[in-house]
């Protein structure tokens, strides 16, 4: 159990557009979602955290405008990239849990990622 | 704040060998504190975690992990090494005020046949 999906895997895509990436969880309801970013050789940074059927709470220095987290449901939320440019280029991870935020002992679950390329 | 410090970017152990990663952790409550692996081009698989219970927690792939409040330390061990373990390890910390997770630097292992 606790299986989390990232879609695309790879994307390419032309400088100025936008790039949309889901993340579903398939075998249990994710009540908090979280975006991550991870350039190469590094760690993961944090972007945000999105709660189901509110807005995402967005980490220092994230521009929540470039980057539109919308969780619509308990087992999707969706990262949008607009007017991708190269420097956005990297490898977005999202991950999954299934409390409410409330400081506990459940796990995050993280998808496979998804490596953006912007040309 | 939390936060947590790996030692060492790069540990390389001969395969049978002993396997050390070392995670400290700063935090102003006890922590909650896990144990990631990634593959390349993967996402991260949870190897353990910490969660105020046992000191010695044992994780999967034969790796274990020991709560050190003292020395406010959570190393990473496997007894020996196989070539399939060589992958990035990261080591996090919960936050005190949600769910965030916030990871170390993490360390690439390397398994010398």
């Known amino acids: 159990g606790a299986v989390v999906s990232q879609h695309p895997s790879r994307v390419i895509c032309k400088s100025g557009t936008s790039v949309k990436i889901e993340c579903r969880s398939l075998d249990f309801q994710a009540t908090t979602m979280f975006w991550y970013r991870q350039f190469p050789k590094q760690s993961l940074m944090l972007m945000a955290t999105?709660?189901?059927?509110?807005?995402?709470?967005?980490e220092q220095g994230v521009e929540k405008d470039k980057f539109l987290i919308n969780h619509a449901s308990l087992t999707l939320s969706t990262l949008t990239v607009t007017s991708a440019h190269p420097e956005d280029s990297s490898f977005y991870i999202c991950?999954?849990?299934?409390?409410?935020?409330?400081?506990?002992?459940?796990?995050?679950?993280f998808g496979p990622g998804t490596r953006l390329t912007v040309l | 704040a939390q936060s947590v410090t790996q030692l060492g970017s790069h540990v390389s152990v001969s395969e049978g060998a002993l396997v050390l990663l070392r995670c400290n952790y700063s935090?102003?409550?006890?922590?909650?504190l896990f144990w990631y692996v990634q593959y390349p081009n993967q996402g991260l698989q949870l190897l353990l975690k910490y969660t105020s219970a046992a000191t010695l927690v044992k994780g999967i792939n034969g790796f274990e992990a020991e709560f050190k409040k003292s020395e406010t330390s959570f190393h990473l061990t496997k007894p020996s090494a196989h070539m399939s373990d060589a992958a990035e390890y990261f080591c996090a910390v919960r936050g005190n005020t949600g769910n965030q997770f916030y990871f170390g630097t993490g360390t690439s292992l390397t398994v010398i046949p």
């Open positions: 999105s709660n189901e059927g509110s807005k995402a709470t967005y």
């Open positions: 991950s999954a849990t299934r409390d409410r935020g409330i400081r506990g002992t459940d796990t995050q679950y």
């Open positions: 935090s102003s409550v006890p922590p909650y």
